[in-house]
């Protein structure tokens, strides 16, 4: 498979150079060539087949021969090494929790399938080494970290500022040790964020070979489709038409579940949820894409004032307007429509959510209202845990914290702390 540039002036790479570089010479998004849709009987058979062969059928294409078909279902298996419960919260509605990996949120699955293909490229160069740089306002760093830790070839820096990020999250950044090393930025997310795209312009580390991790790689985004297709293997005995809500920051997920329709899993609709950061709610009502500084939220994954992975979608409708709105609506709730939510669903329902969840639960009925006859499936991206300043408070419960996250809280905080770029170059060395 090759991959183009969105923004047309870059030569076309293979899967390799796109994982590999990241992001285009021309700063574009790396795009496949081809989307085939799969074969009617694999979607007949669906319930026949195991997660990791549902994922295998998926991606195979887009890896092609670069990647042995055996080596490709290891690396498979070790991304898919948790569960991915579809739980009834009222009729007709489901949480899709896609938090049981690892860091329990659901960016583990695509930080451990690109980790696992950059281990690979790098498996003959003794060498080789890439290393990953990355900038995280909380869940991105702490997937990252645990994603890459032990893959040899690859060295992880995480860039996080000092003091805004939750007590877990810091742990998960700087707890692991080996090839992991985190910087504590003395200043905000795009302090960070404006660190880390002045180094990957930095001609003079070109030897360092800097890759990025979030989901402009396609090896980080392409494997987010996996979930949707296992939820339409649980859902289709009841033979409806299933809806999807994707609380939307960068839209890589919900863009990896376009792909999905793409391949021919029947979704009849999808629902961007977005908290107050509506620049896709915005362009679907006015028609004109005008994107907006982020604004602080308590669904702050999601506090992202011009999704990056947009320009992906548009490309799949390649501005078809009128077929986009039939298969794709955008909504926007602020945070105390959120809490509401979060209220209702514990107290009427007995389930736990966490903001981003709530913001896709509201999206959800939304839309509902439009198509009656429908399944809906909202993803919960996170684990309340991981948002329990603002779950706690809401709800007057305390979450027990889960093994996953205790075995990280009575490690050793290992951080070293930067105030400037140049301070992070002579770091990166
Ligand atoms: C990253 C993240 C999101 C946003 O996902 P996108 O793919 O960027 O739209 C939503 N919820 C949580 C908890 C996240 O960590």
């Known amino acids: 498979m090759k991959y183009y540039s969105l923004n047309h002036n870059a030569p076309n790479v293979s899967f390799q150079e796109a994982v590999i570089q990241g992001l285009a010479t021309d700063k574009g998004l790396y795009f496949p060539e081809t989307l085939t849709p799969l074969a009617p009987s694999f979607f007949e058979n669906i319930e026949n087949l195991s997660h990791e062969e549902i994922a295998f059928e998926a991606i195979k294409q887009f890896v092609g021969d670069e990647i042995p078909a055996d080596t490709l279902k290891q690396i498979i298996a070790e991304t898919l090494c948790f569960d991915f419960p579809l739980v009834e919260v009222e009729n007709g509605i489901y949480s899709l929790e896609l938090f ?14 690109m980790s696992r293909c950059l281990g690979y490229f790098n498996k003959d160069d003794k060498d ?5 740089l990355v900038a995280t306002s909380g869940d991105t760093g702490g997937a990252v970290a645990s994603g890459f830790l032990g893959v040899t070839g690859v060295d992880v820096v995480i860039l996080y500022p000092s003091g805004k990020v939750s007590d877990i999250q810091e742990r998960q950044l700087t707890t692991l040790g080996q090839n992991i090393r985190a910087l504590e930025v003395d200043g905000v997310f795009d302090d960070c964020q404006d660190m880390v795209k002045k180094a990957f312009l930095d001609e003079s580390l070109n ?4 890759t990025s991790a979030n989901s402009i790689n396609i090896a980080r985004w392409l494997p987010q489709m996996f979930y949707f297709f296992f939820a339409y293997k649980a859902l289709k005995s009841q033979n409806k038409p ?13 863009c990896a579940g376009i792909i999905a329709k793409k391949l021919g899993l029947p979704i009849e609709h999808f629902v961007a949820s977005t908290n107050v950061n509506d620049t896709v709610p915005r362009f679907l009502e006015k028609g004109i894409y005008d994107p907006k500084p982020s604004i602080a939220t308590i669904s702050n994954a999601m506090d992202v ?3 990056s992975n947009f320009v992906r979608i548009q490309e799949m409708y390649q501005n078809d307007l009128e077929q986009f709105k039939k298969d794709f609506t955008s909504y926007t709730f602020n945070d105390a429509e959120t809490l509401v939510a979060l209220k209702a669903i514990h107290n009427e329902r007995g389930y736990i ?3 981003h969840g709530a913001v896709g639960y509201l999206g959800l009925k939304k839309e509902l209202q439009n198509i009656p006859n429908a399944i809906g499936v909202f993803l919960e ?10 779950v706690e408070p809401a709800l007057g419960v305390t979450l027990p914290l889960p093994e996953q996250i205790e075995s990280v809280m009575n490690k050793e905080k290992v951080s070293v702390k930067i ?8 770091f990166l060395g």
């Open 100 to 113: 049981h990996g690892p860091t329990m949120a659901f960016k583990d699955v695509g930080a451990r399938f």
């Open 128 to 132: 080789a080494k890439n290393t990953v």
């Open 207 to 210: 030897h360092m070979r800097l």
């Open 242 to 254: 299933l809806v999807f809500s994707c609380p939307s920051g960068n839209f890589g997920n919900i």
């Open 305 to 307: 004032g011009n999704p």
């Open 353 to 355: 959510a966490e903001p």
């Open 381 to 390: 991206t996170a684990h309340p845990i991981k948002f329990l300043d603002v």
């Open 419 to 426: 105030s400037t770029y140049e301070e992070l170059k002579a």
